[in-house]
């Protein structure tokens, strides 16, 4: 007898359903946290180009505070850029931990697929800046401005254009984005670290060592963490590696996986307790600090002449979804993984689009490296904000044309016709489930027996009227 033929494995297959409730609570957060990044976003904007604000605008923006002893005398923007932000990068090492352990990650099966399209969502962008700006003869310094995704941006404009994305795909690019920060804070370390201050470097690879420890000996109390992670990032920031790898450190150093009795591992506890702080206050401030370009005609028209600018442009709409979509496709047709009946293509390439939304990592990437060069900085951060802004425009025809297909998917993931507070589509095995509801249809089936026996007799009784004793308002008026 042949063996059976293996069933092939399905690319944006339904998620389980504790993975499903994860995805779920961290979308709410970040979406709410995309819209306060959309708000500051047009803040920024509107505080540096109204005329009689613009000199505020710089004013506060180039503000410093804070110990000069310390060598931590910087200015606002420099604190939300490195400060700040580094809360969001704590969240995202917390949410590449989750993943690799208790995630899509953890499956080296199911792991192709995002880690693929996250990378060649960000080579294929990167040649495309490159290519640009050879040909009109730029820098290539900001190769790596086009390579992120920002989550928290895509998931607004998805609440804002009220699109019911499957569970499947909003998953997805989840994970493209975890993988996408990973690479991102790669790059970083690698690329955009200049000259090494061994003694703080040292001091700061010592603060992690007794912030693991601590961790390993499950010593509870803020008290001392909060402390020990602000010292561990004002030496890594002296350090010369940028401050923000110190929160990515210490969030992959958290637990993530739950042990007996745990209803929540210390990293999910933290992460619940931690996003909302990073969504809706540390990446809405950095926004705001760092969006507020100049935005005139002469301005818009050097994005697309400048082969910089308009390298990141191209690489942010044209490279994150042809990168993204090619990286799909080809895993899906090496790894015989089909896509999921419920989906199209046409799917993936709007999710390919809408990941083309770079923003708050591009602008501390562009920040990064055109340092010095503050016109450069701000015609790449207007190339940004405009790339964004047609891979958003392109996102939103794309997902509109197919928001009929997903309003009926998300209508029939979220059914719970039994109301036992679990969807029925992670019921259909359960045996149980079909006897309440066979329970639930025997009653109306009662109910509506009944109500025929009631109708039928009403209307054996109006049969029985003699002509002329019905309704006295039969009559002519």
Same mark, same amino acid.
């Given at each position: 007898?042949?063996?059976?033929?293996?069933?092939?494995?399905?690319?944006?297959?339904?998620?389980?359903?504790?993975?499903?409730?994860?995805?779920?609570?961290?979308?709410?957060?970040?979406?709410?946290?995309?819209?306060?990044?959309?708000?500051?976003?047009?803040?920024?904007?509107?505080?540096?180009?109204?005329?009689?604000?613009?000199?505020?605008?710089?004013?506060?923006?180039?503000?410093?505070?804070?110990?000069?002893?310390?060598?931590?005398?910087?200015?606002?923007?420099?604190?939300?850029?490195?400060?700040?932000?580094?809360?969001?990068?704590?969240?995202?090492?917390?949410?590449?931990?989750?993943?690799?352990?208790?995630?899509?990650?953890?499956?080296?099966?199911?792991?192709?697929?995002?880690? =693929? @399209?996250?990378?060649?969502?960000?080579?294929?962008?990167?040649?495309?800046?490159?290519?640009?700006?050879?040909?009109?003869?730029?820098?290539? %310094?900001?190769?790596?401005?086009?390579?992120?995704?920002?989550?928290?941006?895509?998931?607004?404009?998805?609440?804002?254009?009220?699109?019911?994305?499957?569970?499947?795909?909003? *998953?997805?690019?989840?994970?493209?984005? =975890?993988?996408?920060?990973?690479?991102?804070?790669?790059?970083?370390?690698?690329?955009?670290?200049?000259?090494?201050?061994?003694?703080?470097?040292?001091?700061?690879?010592?603060?992690?060592?007794?912030?693991?420890?601590?961790?390993?000996?499950?010593?509870?109390?803020?008290?001392?963490?909060?402390?020990?992670?602000?010292?561990?990032?004002?030496?890594?920031?002296?350090?010369?590696?940028?401050?923000?790898?110190?929160?990515? @450190?210490?969030?992959?150093?958290?637990?993530?996986?739950?042990?007996?009795?745990?209803?929540?591992?210390?990293?999910?506890?933290?992460?619940?307790?931690?996003?909302?702080?990073?969504?809706?206050?540390?990446?809405?401030?950095?926004?705001?600090?760092?969006?507020?370009?100049?935005?005139?005609?002469?301005?818009?028209?050097?994005?697309?002449?400048?082969?910089?600018?308009?390298? +990141?442009?191209?690489?942010?709409?044209?490279?994150?979804?042809?990168?993204?979509?090619?990286?799909?496709?080809?895993?899906?047709?090496?790894?015989?993984?089909?896509?999921?009946?419920?989906?199209?293509?046409?799917?993936?390439?709007?999710?390919?689009?809408?990941?083309?939304?770079?923003?708050?990592?591009?602008?501390?990437?562009?920040? !990064?490296?055109?340092?010095?060069?503050?016109?450069?900085? %701000?015609?790449?951060?207007?190339?940004?904000?405009?790339?964004?802004?047609?891979?958003?425009?392109?996102?939103?025809?794309?997902?509109?044309?197919?928001?009929?297909?997903?309003?009926?998917? @998300?209508?029939?993931?979220?059914?719970?016709?039994?109301?036992?507070?679990?969807? %029925? +589509?992670?019921?259909?095995?359960?045996?149980?489930?079909?006897?309440?509801?066979?329970?639930?249809?025997?009653?109306?089936?009662?109910?509506?027996?009944?109500? @025929?026996?009631?109708?039928?007799?009403?209307?054996?009784? !109006?049969?029985?009227?003699? %002509?002329? *004793?019905?309704?006295?308002?039969?009559?002519?008026?």
């Amino acid at each position: 007898m042949s063996a059976p033929t293996p069933t092939p494995r399905k690319a944006f297959g339904r998620l389980s359903l504790p993975e499903r409730n994860f995805v779920a609570e961290a979308l709410r957060t970040e979406t709410v946290g995309g819209i306060l990044l959309l708000l500051a976003a047009v803040a920024a904007l509107v505080w540096a180009n109204i005329p009689a604000l613009q000199d505020s605008y710089e004013s506060v923006s180039h503000w410093h505070f804070g110990p000069e002893a310390l060598g931590l005398n910087l200015s606002v923007a420099h604190w939300a850029a490195d400060g700040l932000l580094a809360i969001f990068f704590f969240v995202a090492g917390i949410e590449l931990k989750r993943e690799l352990v208790a995630g899509d990650l953890r499956d080296p099966k199911a792991a192709a697929l995002p880690v =693929v @399209a996250a990378l060649c969502g960000m080579i294929v962008p990167a040649l495309v800046y490159t290519f640009t700006s050879v040909l009109g003869g730029g820098s290539l %310094d900001g190769w790596a401005v086009p390579t992120a995704t920002d989550i928290a941006f895509a998931l607004a404009v998805l609440a804002v254009i009220g699109t019911s994305l499957p569970s499947a795909l909003r *998953a997805f690019l989840l994970t493209l984005a =975890v993988v996408d920060d990973l690479f991102a804070i790669m790059i970083i370390a690698l690329f955009f670290t200049d000259q090494l201050n061994f003694a703080a470097l040292g001091g700061a690879a010592a603060g992690l060592l007794l912030f693991w420890l601590l961790l390993r000996k499950r010593v509870r109390g803020w008290y001392l963490y909060v402390p020990l992670a602000v010292a561990i990032w004002g030496l890594m920031y002296n350090s010369g590696v940028h401050a923000t790898i110190a929160g990515v @450190a210490m969030g992959l150093m958290l637990r993530c996986h739950r042990e007996e009795g745990e209803e929540h591992s210390p990293g999910e506890h933290i992460e619940h307790r931690v996003r909302p702080l990073s969504a809706g206050l540390a990446v809405p401030l950095f926004a705001l600090f760092s969006a507020g370009v100049t935005v005139s005609g002469d301005a818009l028209a050097k994005v697309f002449t400048q082969p910089e600018t308009l390298g +990141v442009v191209l690489g942010l709409v044209v490279g994150k979804t042809l990168g993204i979509f090619g990286g799909t496709w080809l895993t899906s047709r090496f790894t015989r993984a089909s896509l999921s009946d419920d989906l199209a293509w046409a799917d993936v390439l709007a999710v390919a689009a809408l990941a083309g939304i770079g923003f708050t990592v591009s602008l501390l990437i562009g920040e !990064l490296a055109f340092e010095g060069d503050a016109t450069m900085t %701000d015609s790449v951060k207007a190339a940004v904000l405009a790339g964004s802004l047609i891979a958003t425009a392109l996102a939103t025809v794309l997902l509109k044309m197919r928001n009929a297909k997903y309003r009926k998917l @998300a209508d029939e993931e979220e059914r719970d016709e039994d109301l036992d507070g679990v969807p %029925d +589509v992670y019921e259909q095995d359960d045996p149980e489930y079909h006897l309440r509801m066979a329970r639930i249809l025997e009653e109306k089936a009662v109910r509506h027996r009944q109500l @025929a026996r009631e109708k039928a007799a009403e209307r054996d009784a !109006l049969a029985q009227v003699p %002509d002329g *004793a019905g309704d006295p308002h039969d009559g002519p008026a």
